[in-house]
């Protein structure tokens, strides 16, 4: 037999509190206990262990559990009192309370309905929270069954639901996104046609499209923005906007005036809030290429207007971006506002090159070569390094012939007045015509051209100079970036050539002692290796002597240089040439520009090159070889002299001057005795692979001008290397060919394999390689046509089988209806 539950005797209601400031005991209430002392002696007689067995059944004796049980008696007492006064029926008669003989007021009630009864019933049970009474252990062993059972429905349940419910709202979503997305594609339409058909009644929907390209979506932010670009490439007028002033605003205008203020504040205000957006979006990878798109395109297409410097500081801080889109971009822009200065005057020009000089400055010529290379793009006017006459001198010439014709003919003099206020009040006239003539047109006016170009020119060389004086530091404070460390000095060059007859004639002599530094490489006489730059390739050396040669040939009035230090640079660096790592070009160049060019040379120097570029042409790929060949003709046919050195004497060439013996090893050609040798190499250089190379030899060494290479000699030797480089593609070098024996292999019936057809000289016979190969690609060809063929017909013949069969059911159909 199970034990019987306890019945569960709930504790006495506690009587009502009363604050301890309230209680006022008064010297009678102390007499009083004092003299009736042993009637109170019972409650020394009370059970307090059975009291406290009662009260720990309840919450473990919690004071607090036990005030929070009293508290919800108290609270359902309220409730029923409140409900009993709803249920209350007054009758007119009795609305009046009545009086007890104790003197308390009370109402008549009506009496509870059964529902109250129930819940009285219940509040024993209420009391029973499982928070505040101890249950037994069958109890709890109960519960936690319960518990248990019913965590596994709700797990089942929800198993089954989740995944089915997931996929339905990760659905929802999309198909949410995608309408939204849409109707937001269809609303930028929308708006755009809506603002290009009327743009000034329709100006406020800008706003709107702005607050939609704020959107989370990328792809909407993207379509945003070339709709904006779109809009605003159209509606920008060709004038740059001036807002009204306070003033302006005060005056009464009229509602055409009002309408274009609001036109003009609200496409200016709409344009500001895009050109910021743009560049906040240009710092985000997601939006970087966009950005600097649109950026670019306003540039190039509107730089007359409003807040152009926030587009130009844009453009220009990326224009060394290691993107090569964004980095093209920013390029190709500041190359067509150089280019085309009709939309802008040359003031955008001004503070363009301004902006990247001051770039420059700040990452220390540590930028990629694109940002200078962009100077290539500017032009300048030719009389503009030339000192101009001004117009007050011009008007003091005039006087002083005046005055002097006047002394000659003093008899004249009234006849003369009269002429001269009559040509005043011309040149007066004139002179406001020409005023309001330069007010109206659109033309510039040449002293602001020159003055902005001066400046921009200004900015220029500073550049230059700037970028040279980093290179000829010291190597402990040379500084090595991203992109190697001189990634500027190739442009820097090319830039000083091009302007170089642009350059005052102040700043020549430091220009020319710079270059001769840099092509010795940053070492004089007296340097040490430790003192000296950074190391400069072989191209960049003969850059400097390219650069020197065209700054000399620009100013050849005005200087009186010497420079043989550029021709011993040139002389040791056709030595320190390799193919593949160095710039055959610009050796090409070199040699034309300061060998060929050249009107006369020394002899013993001319000697010198003549010996050092035929050995170098025994060493080298063909292109450089007949660049070099090239070249020995050119100075052959300019001094006759050095034709000595195509004798076959037993002691060298007939006129050896004053050194008797060749030294290759010496750095200065002119102390070489280049005379005192034979061209042998020539000899070598007949019997070259390369046909074209082997006939200007054998040309060079008879110095015929009748063969069929005459148009190669009279070249230049950059004409020549860029003829034969493109030659090559196409050329193979012979190689010394072994037939190969054709072996059977055991068990296979294997055709022999044939080898290359041979003429009878044993070379390659290039018409038979060339007939061969054109056969086997033609084979391929129509195989690849066959299987394409093929394929149509089989599709075709599907698609007639179908039919056929729907011809056949519909026939069917027919007969049985």
């Known amino acids: 037999m199970g034990k019987k539950k306890q019945k569960i005797i709930l504790p006495p209601d506690l009587p009502p509190e009363v604050p301890d400031e309230e209680i006022e005991v008064s010297d009678e209430d102390l007499q009083f206990v004092n003299q009736h002392s042993d009637y109170a002696h019972f409650i020394s007689k009370i059970d307090t262990p059975s009291l406290t067995k009662h009260v720990s059944r309840v919450a473990d004796a919690n004071e607090g559990a036990l005030e929070i049980l009293y508290e919800k008696k108290l609270r359902k007492k309220l409730e029923n009192k409140e409900s009993e006064e709803n249920t209350l029926e007054v009758d007119p008669i009795d609305a009046l309370p009545l009086k007890t003989p104790d003197g308390q007021l009370y109402y008549r009630r009506v009496l509870k309905e059964p529902k109250e009864a129930e819940d009285e019933s219940k509040v024993g049970e209420s009391i029973k929270d499982p928070a505040l009474v101890k249950s037994t252990k069958a109890e709890k062993r109960l519960k936690l069954k319960k518990l248990r059972k019913e965590a596994k429905k709700q797990a089942k349940e929800e198993v089954q639901q989740t995944p089915q419910a997931e996929v339905l709202d990760e659905v929802k979503k999309d198909l949410t996104a995608e309408e939204a997305n849409e109707k937001k594609k269809y609303k930028f339409a929308e708006l755009g046609t809506t603002l290009l058909a009327d743009p000034e009644s329709n100006i406020k929907l800008i706003k709107e ?65 895009y050109v910021q957006k743009l560049v906040a979006l240009q710092q985000q990878t997601v939006y970087q290429q966009v950005a600097t798109r649109c950026l670019c395109t306003l540039l190039a297409a509107v730089p007359h207007f409003n807040y152009r410097e926030s587009l130009l500081a844009a453009v220009v801080k990326d224009i060394s971006s290691q993107d090569d889109v964004v980095r093209k971009l920013c390029c190709s822009t500041i190359k067509s506002l150089f280019t085309d200065e009709g939309k802008h005057g040359g003031e955008v020009t001004v503070e363009a090159v301004r902006r990247i000089a001051e770039l420059v400055k700040i990452h220390n010529c540590q930028l990629h070569p694109d940002s200078i290379e962009v100077f290539s793009s500017l032009s300048f006017d030719e009389d503009l390094g030339k000192p101009e006459r001004s117009d007050m001198d011009k008007k003091a010439k005039y006087k002083k012939f005046k005055k002097r014709k006047g002394s000659d003919e003093p008899n004249q003099m009234s006849e003369n007045d009269r002429k001269k206020t009559r040509k005043e009040m011309m040149l007066k006239t004139r002179e406001e015509v020409n005023a309001d003539y330069k007010a109206v047109s659109s033309d510039q006016d040449p002293q602001e051209r020159r003055k902005m170009q001066s400046q921009t020119l200004s900015a220029v060389f500073q550049t230059f100079f700037r970028i040279l004086k980093h290179t000829v530091q010291p190597k402990s404070e040379a500084v090595h970036g991203a992109f190697g460390s001189h990634p500027l000095l190739d442009p820097c060059l090319n830039g000083i050539g091009k302007f170089a007859h642009l350059i005052d004639l102040d700043f020549m002599a430091d220009l020319m002692q710079c270059l001769r530094k840099l092509a010795g490489n940053g070492s004089k006489s007296g340097d040490s290796s430790e003192n000296s730059s950074c190391q400069l390739t072989v191209s960049e050396r003969l850059r400097c002597c390219i650069a ?5 040939r620009n100013n050849l009035d005005a200087l009186n240089v010497d420079l043989q230090e550029f021709f011993i640079q040139l002389y040791n660096l056709i030595l320190e040439y390799q193919p593949g790592r160095d710039d055959g070009e610009l050796l090409a160049e070199a040699m034309k520009i300061m060998l060929c060019d050249e009107r006369q040379h020394d002899m013993q120097r001319a000697a010198a090159f003549i010996k050092r570029l035929a050995t170098f042409s025994l060493c080298f790929r063909p292109a450089e070889s007949m660049a070099a060949l090239v070249t020995v003709k050119h100075l052959l046919q300019k001094n006759a002299k050095c034709r000595n050195l195509l004798e076959n004497d037993a002691g060298g060439g007939s006129v050896a001057g004053a050194i008797a013996k060749f030294q290759p090893q010496v750095l200065d050609p002119n102390l070489c005795g280049a005379l005192a040798s034979v061209l042998w190499e020539l000899n070598l250089l007949m019997k070259h692979y390369h046909p074209t190379v082997s006939s200007i030899a054998s040309t060079i060494s008879t110095m015929n001008s009748s063969t069929n290479q005459v148009f190669r000699v009279h070249a230049s030797p950059q004409q020549a290397y860029v003829e034969l480089l493109k030659e090559n593609e196409s050329f193979a070098a012979p190689s010394a060919i072994k037939r190969a024996t054709n072996h059977k292999r055991k068990g296979s019936d294997s055709m022999p394999v044939q080898g290359p057809q041979l003429n009878s000289s044993g070379e390659i016979d290039e018409n038979a390689v060339r007939n061969k190969l054109s056969e086997h690609f033609l084979l391929l060809r129509d195989i690849q046509e066959n299987e394409r063929l093929r394929l149509e017909m ?21 007969r049985s209806d």
């Open 209 to 273: 499209m702005l607050e939609i390209s704020k959107d989370g979506d990328s792809t909407i932010v993207i379509l945003g923005l070339k709709s904006l670009l779109a809009v605003f490439k159209d509606i920008i007028p060709g004038y740059r906007i001036r807002l009204p002033t306070e003033k302006e605003q005060e005056m009464k205008v009229s509602k055409d005036v009002k309408k274009m203020r609001f036109y003009e504040s609200t496409l200016l205000s709409a344009y500001k809030a």
């Open 548 to 552: 020197a040669f065209k700054v000399m």
């Open 794 to 814: 089989d599709r075709t013949t599907r698609s007639l089988n179908l039919y056929e069969k729907y011809r056949k059911q519909k026939k069917r159909k027919t």
